[in-house]
């Protein structure tokens, strides 16, 4: 699975973002997607392929990084620049790497299926995320 090359510095939040606030649980990097641990409320690195399906249950992409008990931003919809070169039209998802994002031809028999968005340009992604329930086979 081929992941985007994300570079951090350029992931900037755009039209129509909504976005959560919070605490970082662990070291995040911006550009990286997270889920929201039950027990602490901080953001983690989702993994679309963890046995625990909590970790899989992405909720958005962090606009900055931080360390365990920094404050987090996450975007959970509208369009974000990623601060990588995406192809106009292409469908991403959770990759299997945690934090990761991939096109979703790159999703593996075994993985549950996060769709974050959908390219508009080489630059901006639409974000709208959905969650498949199942492993794809």
Not at 14 to 28: F, I, P, Q, S
Not at 77 to 86: D, S, T, V, Y
Not at 108 to 127: E, F, K, N, Q
Request: glycine share 14%.
């Amino acid at each position: 699975m081929v992941d985007l090359v994300i570079t951090a510095a350029s992931v900037v939040r755009g039209d129509g973002a909504k976005v959560l606030r919070g605490d970082h649980g662990e070291t995040n990097t911006a550009g990286q997607v997270v889920y929201r641990d039950a027990t602490s409320k901080n953001f983690l690195k989702a993994d679309n392929d963890s046995a625990t399906a909590a970790v899989r249950d992405a909720i958005g992409i962090a606009l900055n990084g931080g360390s365990n008990g920094q404050p987090a931003a996450i975007q959970y919809e509208g369009e974000i620049n990623l601060g990588a070169i995406l192809t106009v039209g292409e469908t991403y998802c959770l990759s299997s790497n945690a934090g990761g994002i991939c096109p979703i031809g790159d999703l593996a028999s075994g993985d549950y299926p996060v769709i974050l968005g959908v390219a508009r340009t080489a630059a901006i992604l639409v974000m709208g995320i959905v969650k498949g329930g199942a492993a794809k086979p």
